[in-house]
Nanobody, 121 residues
Framework: QVQLVESGGGLVQPGGSLRLSCAVS????????MGWYRQAPGKQRELVAA???????NYVDSVKGRFTISRDSTKNTVYLQMNSLKPEDTAVYYC???????????????WGQGTQVTVSS
């Protein structure tokens, strides 16, 4: 069983900061890529930031320069540092990991339960 557990969401004023964390536990052989997605009410889920095992990052244009994704491989944990938050960043944020549970496994996607981020004065 693989579990992704997120933490760090909450209510913050515009211009504020939050740091999301996502810890991956369970049977893990290797992690290819980890990322953060978000879904606002009435909108489709979108990729916010992704980080490959090789260290490459990818960000949606709307968060470039404000958000930073990082990873602690020793803890199988990925972080999303969010600065200069805007009301339009309000959404449920989901952690995603593409990983292999065993050496012979095909890579599969796993998701966290989501954490609410609300940016409002």
């Amino acid at each position: 069983q693989v579990q992704l557990v997120e933490s760090g969401g909450g209510l913050v004023q515009p211009g504020g900061s939050l740091r999301l964390s996502c810890a991956v536990s369970g049977r893990i052989f290797s992690i290819n890529e980890m990322g953060w997605y978000r879904q606002a009410p009435g909108k489709q889920r979108e990729l916010v930031a992704a980080l490959t095992s090789g260290g490459s990052t990818n960000y949606v244009d709307s968060v470039k320069g404000r958000f930073t994704i990082s990873r602690d491989s020793t803890k199988n944990t990925v972080y999303l540092q969010m600065n200069s938050l805007k009301p339009e960043d309000t959404a449920v944020y989901y952690c995603n990991a593409e990983l292999r549970a065993r050496s012979f496994s095909i890579p599969a996607d796993y998701w966290g339960q989501g954490t609410q981020v609300t940016v409002s004065s």
